[in-house]
């Protein structure tokens, strides 16, 4: 991340564009019964455009992989001590740094466009919190999805596929109480919509800190699973090389 920091840049271009396009263009839904007097739209989507970068940035863990393998970087690492979690899911921790990075400008320039986060530094820590325990799960299972299929056409288009339809079925632009019954149903099992639930309730006004808990702790759960599918997938494909 130190010596291609413009990785950074290129991975904040379109959540800026979303932050600020979709901040603009929606900003009167604020006035729509059920959405919250006094509320700014601005503030509202930070959390949602965090979460969603963080995912889309980690969704491509898997090409990583593959070019590992390509390169042949992989299979001489496996004559090493080193731990197969380690091997497996460094591309993800690294991911988290930069996740990090970015989360922390989005909340930055989120602040310089007049959004206020009532929930302060404790907040802004949840929502950085939030969004690498989001990047862990989807990268662990590029990860693993990698490891299954071994071809970045494969990754590209589950990706593609699932991209959209997971932020789009969540609160990231709307309350999922203005969605449809059937939408709502989905939201309430989406893990992105437990991250940016997590961050927006974080940065509110009298922060519901057992929800924040809840939801965290669901990502934690989840997080935990998709790094072990990972690593067992690798075992597999370590056994037949």
């Keep these: 991340m130190i ?6 840049a290129v991975g904040l271009v379109q959540p800026v564009i979303w932050l600020f396009l979709f901040g603009q263009l929606f900003r009167k839904v604020v006035d729509i019964p059920g959405f919250g007097a006094g509320a700014s739209y601005l503030a509202y989507l930070i959390p949602g455009i965090v979460a969603m970068s963080a995912m889309n940035g980690n969704m491509w863990a898997g090409m990583n992989s593959m ?9 001489r690492f496996l004559v ?16 988290a740094v930069t996740t990090t990075v970015q989360t922390v400008i989005i909340l930055v320039l989120g602040l310089a466009g007049g959004a206020r986060y009532p ?5 802004a820590a949840v929502v950085i919190v939030a969004s690498i325990l989001i990047g862990a799960v989807f990268g662990a299972l590029s990860n693993t999805v990698g490891m299954l299929v ?3 056409e494969a990754i590209i288009g589950i990706n593609v596929f699932f991209m959209l339809p997971l932020t789009f079925l969540s609160s990231a632009f709307l309350p999922a109480t203005l969605m449809p019954g059937w ?27 057992a929800g924040v ?17 990972s690593v067992a997938t690798f075992r597999s494909y370590q056994k037949s090389v």
């Excluded at 010596?3 to 950074?8: E, G, H, L, S």
């Excluded at 929930?119 to 907040?123: H, I, Q, R, T, V």
């Design 119 to 123: 929930g302060g530094a404790a907040g």
């Design 150 to 152: 071994r071809q970045r």
């Design 3 to 8: 010596r291609q920091p413009a990785f950074i």
């Design 213 to 229: 808990a809840l939801r965290g702790g669901g990502l934690l759960a989840l997080a935990v699973v998709c790094v072990t599918l």
């Design 80 to 95: 090493s001590p080193a731990r197969r979690v380690a091997l497996m899911n460094a591309n993800v921790v690294e991911q």
């Design 183 to 209: 939408m709502q149903g989905i939201a309430k099992c989406n893990p992105l919509n437990w991250a940016v639930q997590a961050g927006r309730m974080a940065l509110s006004t009298g922060t519901d800190w």
């Design 67 to 75: 070019e590992e393998i390509d390169r042949g970087t992989l299979n």
